[in-house]
């Protein structure tokens, strides 16, 4: 299974979005194929998190097209968003609920039947250590919890493809080791996963292939191993060297110069 025996399960051609007269995405060719394990990287404002809610359908209105197992989102959005499990970065979650009840409400808008929802929410609750708050009201949890119930209710659906915007924000050692884990076993079970993060060690251990953003356009596309060849030796250099940051020390220095 890989790029050249399957078609792409996501393609994009020649995306652009504009905010106003800010020009966001500025043309973006990508194939993703199956059971690919994408690390999104880019700075801050690049263009990450406006990426993958175009893919999500959550934001409309750009240009170029986006088709997911040979659907064309424009087309068909609902069909696209089946396929989709999508965890964002800081999503309002409905407080005043427990993670049951608002994980039944997101299974029902997927149209799975109660009893699955239930079996499953249960179960994934319970392997995240959240068995015991499971009818506990959301407004009484961490930030980590609440992250947790979303990333729960992101692959609740057992989706083909599943887009994770910053999803270990939050979250404690044993929790993020889950989840890295988590993120390798569904790519072994031919899930393609599509990671936005900012955690470069953790981006270059678990992604088989790397794309960096900047500005709106993707500047590097490769597997850490082919990155490291042609640009540095460790992510955040190449991260630096390609996005033109200057590197931690000086960046620090010239922030402590400015309280002088
Ligand atoms: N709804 C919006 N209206 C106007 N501008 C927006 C909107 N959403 C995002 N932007 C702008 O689009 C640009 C890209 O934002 P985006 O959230 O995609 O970046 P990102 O790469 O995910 O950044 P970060 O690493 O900080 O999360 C930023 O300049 C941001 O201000």
């Known amino acids: 299974m890989n790029e050249y025996t399957q078609p792409p399960i996501i393609s994009m051609s020649g995306l652009e979005k ?24 880019g ?8 990426t993958v809610k175009i893919l999500c359908g959550l934001v409309g209105d750009f240009k170029g097209a986006v088709t997911v197992d040979g659907i064309d989102l424009r087309q068909n959005p609902l069909a696209v968003k089946a396929k989709i499990g999508y965890v964002p970065e800081n999503a309002e979650l409905y407080d005043v609920l427990t993670p049951m009840e608002y994980l039944d409400f997101v299974g029902k808008l997927y149209g799975m039947q109660e009893e699955t929802i239930r079996t499953r929410a249960e179960r994934l609750l319970t392997s995240f250590g959240l068995g015991d708050n499971k009818n506990k009201r959301m407004d009484t949890f961490s930030k980590g919890m609440r992250q947790k119930v979303l990333l729960i209710a992101g692959i609740i659906h057992n989706p083909s493809i599943i887009v994770l915007d910053e999803p270990l924000s939050g979250l404690d050692a044993n929790a993020v080791i889950t989840v ?11 899930k393609t996963i599509f990671y936005c993060s900012h955690m470069m060690d953790v981006v270059e251990k678990i992604s088989d292939r790397i794309l960096l953003i900047n500005e709106g356009s993707i500047v590097a596309d490769g597997t850490f191993e082919s990155l490291k060849n042609e640009h540095g030796d460790t992510l955040e250099r190449i991260f630096a060297r390609l996005t033109g ?7 620090a220095a010239q922030i402590l110069s400015a309280l002088d």
């Not at 700075?43 to 406006?50: C, Q, V």
């Not at 890295?180 to 031919?190: F, T, V």
């Open 43 to 50: 700075p801050n404002g690049a263009g990450k998190s406006t």
């Open 18 to 41: 504009w905010y106003g007269s800010k020009h966001i995405l500025k043309g973006i060719d990508l194939d993703i194929y199956p059971g690919q394990i994408i690390g999104y990287i």
């Open 180 to 190: 890295k884990e988590l993120i390798s076993l569904l790519a072994q079970e031919g």
């Open 245 to 251: 940051g200057t590197d931690a020390g000086t960046g």
